[in-house]
């Protein structure tokens, strides 16, 4: 009788050291993830594993500079119209490898119309019954460069299209759709915080339209890596036009 007992203790201390190791192997289960980014003209890539809360990239260089660019406060994240996400430390870097030589053969003197407009949902592109939707015209007489169309400066008072009333859209924004007209180069540009500060993502095209679904598909480069997304944390943003063509 004793053996009998003994033997059914064994058995149930064996099976619950099992239920033990299966609970930790679920609790300490890896993400892996790969990283693709260009900095400064240079491609990185690296493939990356999250336990836990923390973060083994398998190139430990790439790993290192990519946390590193998450933490700067101006952060800017250009997404090409490819996919490819390329990183600027601020507006003085990002204007310094943005820039563009005009063609001197053209007529820069000459101007011509060119218009569109711009859809900021509070649900997704899809989602077309539900939630606040605000939509502007834009349009623009002017000669080749740069020029912006819609500026918004703080979501907690955002004009309405068709009213002078203003509503609070911060931090609300999912779903963006934007169109124009001509030739040129369209950009989106959403910024973290009112007044243009903070991290910012731009969103740039040589076609006709950008159309984001849902911004919770895109990450915000925080230091919580890819656990941040953009969806309702956007306050203010740029809409602008590159006149290339007649």
Known sequence: M?????FTFLIFFAFSCNSDIEDISSDNESIARTVNFIYKGKSYASGCKEVGSELFFTNEEVGKLYLELKTLPELIEFV???????????????????KVDIDQTKDTKSAYLIQGHIVLREHTLADVN?????????????????FDVLKIQDFRYMPRSTTSSVANFNDKLTGIYAQRSAKGTL??????????????????????VISVNNLKSYNMSGTLFWKENWNDEVSSIIVSLWHSQY
């Open 130 to 146: 539900k939630g606040t939707e605000y939509r502007y015209s834009f349009q623009s007489t002017a000669s080749v460069g740069w």
């Open 80 to 98: 090409h119209e490819n996919g490819d996400i390329e990183y600027f430390d601020n507006d003085t870097h990002l204007a310094a490898s943005m």
């Open 2 to 6: 004793k053996n009998l007992f003994l």
């Open 187 to 208: 950009r989106v540009r959403i910024y973290q915080h009112i007044n243009y500060k903070g991290k910012s993502r731009i969103f740039d095209t040589n076609g006709a």
